[in-house]
């Protein structure tokens, strides 16, 4: 078996392919003749990555400055030939402080070192640059999702990648191209939603935004799949633990986001910390090198996750040792190993090496891919951060994009007899947690891990609260908090201040968190806030409940009642000054749902459902469905063309609508296309999403909005597991309009 694998590596090893690039095979040339140079150690050290952590003397805190361990600093690249550090430890730096801590690893790297090989930095800029102050930070993911704005997601990626260089870091883990369709999972707002198609355009468009057309730009940065794949649906919902699918469910959900993420240029790619139907993926062959590289073709680098090529040994026990945790994650196809903390991987690698069970072609390829990307962003010329580009961060025009993001993202989903948006002449009771936290408003990944340290967060941002009281005046508004996440402060004041006011704006969910943290055995929102929110409801007094959270918490005694709910998700920044301008009226709410939200603990089906799972008893009754979001005026829907009504198997098939604003203000609408395929060999969806485009109509306005279907997109996993496309009736449905048409 070992052998086959060997055989299989060495006959794929970095052979230049026809249709390259000039620039690509000049990189290639130049990646062949410096590895031609390098020792074994030198080799593996590329693939070596540890946590600034490790090189560190003091711990960066709220109140204490992080201060580099120079000679820790110079063992590691000296040493052991680092190829790459990441994180902070464990606060956010400003970008001057950046520069310094880069600058000082580069002098090493590029003056010091035999063969002055630059070291790649990476961070975790999820939301914007996460770990640099001042920084933009957008909403999160999910939000994205829900703006079904494909200029947004490319622009958002675009910004993220300028203050990310600014920083002097080239390398953003990101973007996460995993489906949520896990709701109690607690990484589900890194995603862009339960569906496949959402994910993979606006997954597209991000790393177009982001890598740009030249790496080696100042407005660039590389990017990384994460996590391949099968992490965001674990069974019993917790982070880290094990997915079961099918090749079936593999290839037809989660592959094709990370297939469209590889074509659309992503030069690296994030391991799944967990395990897929019993095979930790680190260890996973068939997963990293068959299917990522013979299949998807993949050519870029392959990092582990956080120390989990030494949990295939401590925790997973798949391998008997440390030092087979090495040989198995690299023979499955692993290029980096984020170690992060010591120089193990390097030292047992070396061994492998040498003892010949590791063979020296498949560290060549490791370390070319490694060395291709430096190339690519352009290290090997200018490895230093620069200094004129400090002000490119938070630009007012990037600070006006986030803004406009966060009004795009916000979902009302609720609005009785047109309660919202509320005129500014009213007085409000403003309550619950999520009302003054900038860190609720963010959640993970800001400023530090968990997003958590209220106190880091900048001043001049605004709470909900605080955009209220700057709209309303002080005076019209009352806040009392209410609850914390799940303990009652003063219920009681929040219910006798209600009596005063015209309405109550109940902002509830969650506090921030990322990964393992965020854990839950319960998507039931906390029973405290379900008190407040009951007992304010039963004050008479319209209530406005506003969700702040990073998952769909069940809220269903609750919903019925409000007068109003928007579905905030994690907004971002510009997110407490966004919600107040959608309450009273000087925005017009754009988002729809990009998840299902569940009207139950249990109540886990998706948009696009199996006829099972609505036949006899079953049925989908969310409280409230994918797609769904309202808006101050309306749209209405006429005019569903097909271009054709039959179409042979290799044909585009063109679809247009035309979309008008009956309402009196403008407003934004997402036209979501679907298609139904109404017999299959395997039991078909309901519908599923094959195109979306967001427009802006001014009233009266009508515009019409063309789609293309491609072929590839009336294709399905077949019982053999292949794509195929079986002849047959399709249904086109946009709004409130169906089409039908046949494919020969
Ligand atoms: C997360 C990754 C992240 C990495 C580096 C891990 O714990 O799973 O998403 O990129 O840490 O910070």
Redo the contacts with the bound molecule.
């Keep these: 078996m070992k052998s086959v694998i060997i055989l299989l590596i060495l006959t794929g090893v970095m052979m230049a392919s026809p249709g390259k690039s000039e620039k690509s095979l000049a990189i290639e040339k130049k990646v062949k003749e410096l590895v031609a140079k390098m020792t074994i150690e030198e080799k593996v050290g590329q693939m070596t990555q540890v946590t600034i952590q490790t090189v560190s003397k003091t711990q960066g805190t709220k109140s204490q400055s992080h201060v580099l361990d120079e000679a820790k600093l110079e063992e590691a690249i000296l040493k052991y030939h680092v190829g790459s550090l ?2 902070v430890y464990d606060v956010a730096h400003t970008p001057e402080y950046w520069h310094e801590v880069i600058t000082k690893i580069q002098d090493i790297a590029t003056k010091k070192s035999r063969l002055k090989i630059p070291v790649m930095y990476g961070i ?1 800029a999820i939301h914007g640059a996460t770990y640099t102050v001042g920084a933009t930070l957008f909403p999160q993911a999910i939000n994205m999702g829900a703006s079904f704005n494909k200029e947004l997601a490319k622009r958002s990626g675009e910004i993220t990648s300028i203050e990310t260089r600014a920083s002097g870091i080239p390398w953003n ?1 990101y973007p996460v191209l995993d489906l949520g369709r896990q709701p109690v999972w607690p990484r589900l707002w890194e995603t862009f939603g339960e569906d496949v198609y959402l994910t993979s355009v606006l997954g597209s468009e991000y790393i177009k935004g982001a890598q740009g057309d030249d790496l080696s730009k100042d407005n660039s940065a590389a990017t990384c799949l ?2 391949y794949i099968g992490y965001s649906f674990p069974f019993n919902g917790k982070d880290r633990t094990p997915a079961f699918m099918s090749e079936r469910t593999l290839r037809e959900y989660f592959l094709p986001p990370f297939e469209a993420g590889v074509k659309a240029g992503a030069l690296t790619v ?1 391991v799944n ?1 967990a395990e897929v139907d019993g095979i930790p993926t680190h260890s996973d062959y068939r997963l990293l090198t068959e299917i990522l590289r013979n299949e998807l073709k993949f050519k870029g680098l392959v990092v582990s ?2 120390e989990d090529i030494k949990r295939l040994y401590t925790r997973d026990r798949v391998a008997e040792s440390p030092k087979e945790a090495v040989r198995m994650a690299v023979m499955a196809g692993v290029d980096m190993s ?1 170690v992060p903390y010591d120089y193990s991987f390097y030292e047992l690698l070396v061994e492998l090496v040498k003892e010949k069970s590791v063979p020296m072609k498949r560290i060549d390829e490791a370390v070319s891919r490694i060395l291709m990307v430096k190339y690519e962003l352009g290290l090997f010329e200018n490895a230093y951060p620069k200094k004129e580009l400090i002000a490119k961060i938070a630009t007012e025009e990037h600070t006006k994009v986030n803004l406009e993001a966060a009004h795009e993202t916000i979902t009302l989903v609720k609005n009785d007899k047109n309660i919202l948006p509320l005129s500014k002449d009213k007085k409000v009771l403003v309550t619950g947690p999520t009302a003054n936290l900038l860190s609720a408003l963010n959640g993970g990944w800001t400023l530090t891990w968990q997003g958590d340290e209220e106190a880091l967060y900048p001043k001049n941002k605004k709470t909900i609260l605080k955009a209220i009281e700057d709209k309303l005046g002080k005076d019209n508004v009352v806040y009392v908090e209410g609850t914390t996440f799940n303990k009652d402060v003063n219920i009681k004041e929040a219910v006798s201040a209600a009596e005063n006011v015209d309405a109550v704006i109940l902002c509830i969910g969650e506090k921030a968190y990322c ?1 393992t943290p965020g854990n839950i055995d319960d998507l039931n929102l906390d029973h405290a806030q379900i008190e407040l929110a009951t007992h304010l409801i039963k004050t008479g007094k319209p209530v406005i409940t506003v969700l702040v959270e990073g998952r769909p918490r069940v809220i269903k005694s609750i919903a019925e009642k409000s007068k109003a709910v928007l579905v905030a998700f994690l907004p971002g920044m510009e997110g407490g000054v966004a919600t107040a301008d959608i309450l009273f009226g000087d925005a017009n709410p754009s988002g729809k749902l990009p998840v299902t939200y569940p009207k139950g603990p249990n109540d886990i089906v998706h948009y696009d459902y199996k006829p099972l799972e609505f036949f006899d008893a079953n049925a989908y009754t969310p409280q409230w469905s994918f797609g769904h979001g309202l808006s101050y005026t309306t749209f209405e829907y006429s005019d569903l063309k097909l271009a054709k009504n039959v179409i042979s198997k290799n044909e585009d098939l063109t679809v247009t609508v035309k979309v008008t604003n009956t309402g009196k203000r403008e407003g934004k609408e997402a036209v979501l296309l679907f298609l139904t395929d109404l017999y299959g060999s395997v039991s078909r969806p309901n519908k599923q999403l094959q195109g979306f485009e967001k427009i802006n109509l001014k009233p009266a306005e009508t515009k019409e909005v063309s789609f293309t279907i491609k072929p590839e997109q009336l294709s399905f996993i077949g019982r053999d597991n292949k794509r195929i496309t079986e002849a047959g009736d399709f249904v086109i449905t946009v709004g409130n309009l169906k089409s039908e048409f046949k494919l020969k």
């Design positions: 990441l994180n975790d883990f994460k996590h994030m910390s996750d956080w984020m990964e």
